[in-house]
């Protein structure tokens, strides 16, 4: 993980929800995901509500009625409980506490995004190991927003995929869920690769380092997983296990490729040669390359090629 105490240069929030071009403190970020301002008053008013509840429920059980959480009969005195505060039919939780929580989840999965973005994959692979929670956590927040967008570039490469009538070796590092070799993994042989194993299908590892021989794929997907500090290290794993004419295929948010020219340049200098880039909606970037020879023996860092990509917080 990144040392704290260093301001860094993040991006303000595109139309993806993310951030561009502002500085966010990195240690206040990383070390106390904070629920908003208001959230003092807020526990207030819930210790005020457990309290009317509490008194509610004495009084039920003195009179030998049902519990408080099986009371809400009617629409409309559901409606009427539910905005005192009351309990919700629906998990037992007041409709302040839903928001609570939902608050909670989104200040923690800002934090677990933050943290995977600004450090390197083997530190981002000891976090996950020794919190596993955290993958699961992140993943829910993600697949929120994966909701709102217009266009999720993993279809993009299900689509691409599907229409290769030759059956292909595909290695897909940083998985997420999977969704690739569920859809077009009877038709190719789909490695799927993340932190944590969050099925079946997927081998946990750090993509800067997974089993599979070398020169052994037919295409390799980075579908929005370049996210370590150390991405290079990533792409230079994927040279290593694909073929000599593989392809390399990344999506990434835009916001995150201030220079495009430098991007391409540090992976064509990985053994790489741009084969096309497609920006044909607000969000992403596909770029798509052919390998062309083994990367050189010593990576010579280039800092800064990719902004992290740091969600606001609302
Ligand atoms: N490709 C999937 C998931 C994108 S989210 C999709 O588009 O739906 C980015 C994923 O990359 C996360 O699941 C994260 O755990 C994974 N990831 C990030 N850094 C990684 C690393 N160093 N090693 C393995 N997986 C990594």
Known sequence: MKKPGKADAV????????????????RSKVTKPKVGPSSS???NKLNKVKELLAAKREKDALKGSEDATSTVKSDSTSKRALSKGAVSPAGGLSVLQQKMQQKLKGARFRWINEALYTTTGDKALEM???????????????SAQVEKWPVNPVDVFIKYLRSKPDKL??????????????????????????????????????????????????????CLALMGTDFLKFIREANRILRVGGELKIAEVISRVSDVD???QALEGQGFKLARTTANNKM????DFTKVKRCPAKLS??????????????
């Open 262 to 264: 430098a991007f391409v």
């Open 11 to 26: 991006s303000t929030r595109d139309a993806t929800g993310h951030d561009s071009a502002r500085t966010v403190d990195v």
């Open 284 to 287: 992403f970037i596909m770029l």
């Open 128 to 142: 996950v190991q020794n919190d596993p929670s955290i993958f699961e956590e992140y993943h829910q927040g993600f």
């Open 169 to 222: 070796v595909v290695a897909d590092l940083g998985c997420g869920e999977a969704r690739l070799s569920a859809t077009v993994g009877q038709q190719h042989t789909v490695h799927s690769f993340d932190l944590v194993a969050y099925n079946e299908l997927i081998t946990p590892c750090n993509i800067a380092d997974v089993p599979l021989p070398n020169d052994s794929a037919d295409v390799a997907i980075f």
């Open 301 to 314: 860092d280039k800092p800064g090629l990719l902004k992290p990509c740091i969600y606001k917080r609302r």
């Open 41 to 43: 008053q807020a526990r």
